[in-house]
C-alpha cells in the first residue's frame, strides 16, 4: 500500500511538472522571436570579436605583447575573485525548462 501511495505520488508530480514546462514554450512566433534575437546576440558578439582581433593585429609587437601579459594578467585576478566551486555549481539560473 505504502508502495503504491509513493508511486502515485510520484507520476503525478512528474505530470504536473512536464505541463508546466510545455506551458512556458511558448507560441510559434514567439519561439521564432526568441531564435532571431538569440542569432543577432551570437552576430554582435561574433563582429566584436572580429573588430579585437583586427584592432589586436593593428597593434605593433611590443604593444602586442604588452597586450597580451595584460590579458593574462587581468585572468589570474578574475580567477582569483571567482565565487566558491558549490556556489557556481548550484546558485545559478535554472536550466531545466527553457
Known amino acids: 500500500m505504502k508502495i503504491r501511495t509513493t508511486f502515485i505520488i510520484i507520476f503525478l508530480l512528474s505530470a504536473v511538472l512536464l505541463s ?30 572580429d573588430f579585437r582581433e583586427y584592432h589586436y593585429d593593428l597593434q605593433a609587437d611590443k604593444t ?8 593574462k594578467r587581468n ?11 558549490f ?7 535554472s536550466k531545466g525548462c527553457n
Open 64 to 71: 602586442q605583447e604588452m597586450m597580451k601579459a595584460s590579458k
Open 20 to 49: 508546466s514546462c510545455r506551458s512556458r514554450r511558448g507560441t510559434k512566433q514567439q519561439r521564432q522571436a526568441y531564435n532571431t534575437e538569440d542569432q543577432m546576440e551570437k552576430d554582435s558578439e561574433q563582429a566584436s570579436e
Open 87 to 93: 556556489k557556481r555549481l548550484f546558485g545559478g539560473k
Open 75 to 85: 585572468k589570474k585576478l578574475k580567477k582569483s575573485k571567482r565565487e566558491p566551486f
